[in-house]
């Protein structure tokens, strides 16, 4: 599904992100794990084209992502604020978002309401803009609206952070049951390694911009990364 | 500690990513602001010429003074208008140990350090020196000097207090308009002369202290309204001057289904410009820019001429798209990647945008039509630049807009706003300007003008119907940029 050759990012001649060779197969959920400044939302950046690689390329679909549209058909993605149209409400955005993807407003309801126990009665018709809203709530928006395209790619950056414990539990389950409904592939980092651990089959260390560890989620995985990061 | 402050905001300047990378923006408006003062410096050392001449009959200082009522009405309206809230990021300072008093005077204290509160004194100043101290005596001269320069500082804290009230009840705003408004009424009426008023009360400045004294205890009473006003307003939740206002529905929303995608596009631009501060004032410069025709149209040596009026129709018709295109991505650098990653595609963005763009320009052009009182000269000059304006112009400024790669609030007022400015901004006017007056040029010298306006109408028109070609262009270019302008807008 993605395919990653010979990538790499420098800036001011130190290497960001230095990624030789990567497959990403259909339907797989990737778990990107690091420490601050490992290059992870880099590595994102580059994969939806929003950064230009000092060298290699990224192939979605057997395409190159650089220059191309049609791999934002059926991908969503959100990592951060800079996705969010701040001064609409969030059910004007997310009506947006459909539009974009030829969605009519029934259907959009209609996907938006697997996301009620998500959304906890805080966002959708609510009068306020998204702006207005606290960094969860933002957070559940731009998460709900990546997935409202029922994308075959979501990719979502530190998607736990920002969000209380229930909230966190339910969006967990809700990228688990929205991963097996629609066979998609996923693409999540994350600091926190319980989650990341549970809700992904492969696991990527990252570190200074180097894959040190690429492995398929073990009983012992989680205790290896503890172990891994403790230093 | 207070100097701590002033370190602590010097350094917040001097680090701004604005200031660094606007250093050429920074001396030109530099610039701009020295010729200005310089202005009212010239007009200070020769008002007392100025008012003999004006009002031959009168004592310039009783004019003067007649005067001082006005200019602190109108004073009292443009800080209004312009002066913003004197806001400092206190929240890192509450939880350490420093007297709240203390970050209160600090903060009060820094708005006096604004321009508005300077430049009268470029006037009064030579007019105290040259007229009032060999008439009046230094010390009385002196008196009269600070009384005007209080009266200006307590406006400043009125205008402050009032716009802290503001955020919480609105009324204060219709206090303040209701009482300028009656006092401009009687004065219109002749019920109550302001100036007879005004003279009386300065002239009483130059043989006695107490006009001085009223003034200071004016001062001081809305210093301390402020001072109590934040002093109860210190705790978190209620420095936010900001209230989350409401989302309002856009009537006819719905008839941009009809178009599709550009018809959305359209429909998300309208909304940036309604809700946020900076693209709403940039549509109220549009319409105050209707009038710019009445400065030269009355005019005898402009309405005779050609340049000028091509010039003065550029403006008229196409404000809006020099003033809201040229920042086309800019508006939308808060959710740049979010544009970049849908899906979204780039020659169907800058067709919405045209799209927005040229009934705009459209609608300027109907509400100019007044303007054929003076003459069918007039319309004829503005269909013209009309017609070039959304046949070549609108397109040189969003190739250029592309160029624009600095980030911009959308929540901060627009006037003297120079934040997203660069120098693509100046360079990109030019060919606007020039290019219909060098086409013009050689019928002009044929003395057959009107031809040239034909030929400037026409190109116009006919490249507008390339509308698709020429937003292939800007779109490769833009897809080319997007990386460069995307880390751009993410820098704020």
Known sequence: MISVKDLSKKYNGILAVN???????????????????????????????????????????????????????????????????????????????????????????????????????????????????????????????????????????????NLDPTTQIRLKNQMKSFKEENNCTLLVSSHDLNHVTEVCERIVVLEKGNVIQDKIRSETTLKELEEYFAV | MISQFIFHKWKETKRSTFWQKNLTINIILGFFIFYFLLNFLVLGIFIDKVLEKMFPDQNPVDVFNGFIL????????????????????????????????????????KSIFNLLNFFPWLIFVPFCIKVLIPQYGEFYALVWLFTLIFLGFANNYLIIYIKRQMTKKLSYVVFLILGIATVTLLDYFEIISLSEVSTIMFNYALTSPIPLLIVLALLSLFYYLNYQFILDHTYLDEIGTKKNKEVGNIAGQQYFDRFGEIGQFILLDIKLILRNKRPRTIAWMTVFFLFYGLIFYPQDIYIEGYYMLLFVGTFITGMFIFNYGQFILGWESNYFDGILT???????????????????????????????????????????????????????????????????????????????????????????????MILFLPFDLMDIPYYGLAVIGIIGLISSFFYKFWIGIIAKRFVAEKYKIASGFRQK
């Not at chain 1, 084209?49 to 390329?57: N, Q, T, V």
């Not at chain 2, 919405?352 to 000059?381: E, R």
Request: glycine share 8%.
């Open chain 2, 342 to 436: 849908n899906n979204i595609d780039p020659n169907k963005y800058f067709q919405a945008k045209f799209w927005l763009l040229i009934p705009v320009s459209c609608l300027s052009f109907i509400f100019s039509l007044p303007y054929v009182f003076f003459g069918w000269k007039v319309i004829a000059i503005n269909l013209a630049m009309f017609l070039f304006n959304i046949g070549i112009n609108v397109f040189v400024v969003l190739y250029f807009s592309t160029y624009n790669n600095k980030a911009i609030e959308l929540s901060k007022g627009g006037a003297m706003n120079w934040q997203g400015v660069g120098i693509t901004q100046f360079i990109l006017i030019i060919p606007c300007l020039i290019l219909p």
């Open chain 1, 19 to 161: 990624i030789p060779s990567l497959e990403i197969q259909q339907g797989e959920s990737f778990g990107l794990v690091g420490n601050n400044g490992a290059g992870k939302t880099t590595f994102f950046r580059m994969i939806l084209d929003l950064i230009r690689p000092s060298s290699g390329e990224i192939l979605i679909k057997e395409e190159v992502v650089k220059g191309n549209n049609n791999w934002k058909k059926f991908t969503g993605s959100y990592l951060d604020e800079g996705f969010l149209i701040d001064f609409l409400s969030p059910d004007e955005y997310f009506e947006f978002i459909g539009n974009l993807h030829k969605l009519n407003k029934a259907e959009v309801e209609e996907r938006l309401s697997k996301f009620e126990d998500l959304f906890n009665g805080e966002i959708r018709g609510s009068n306020k803009f998204i702006r207005d809203l606290s960094k969860g709530n933002q957070k559940k928006v731009g998460i709900a609206a990546a997935m409202l395209i029922q994308p075959e790619i979501l990719i979502l950056d530190e998607p736990f952070a």
């Open chain 2, 70 to 109: 006005y200019y602190a009405m109108v004073d009292l309206f443009m800080r209004f208008q312009l002066q913003e809230l004197p806001v400092m990021t206190i929240q890192p300072y509450l939880h350490l140990p420093i007297k709240r008093s203390k970050i209160i005077n600090y903060l009060l204290g």
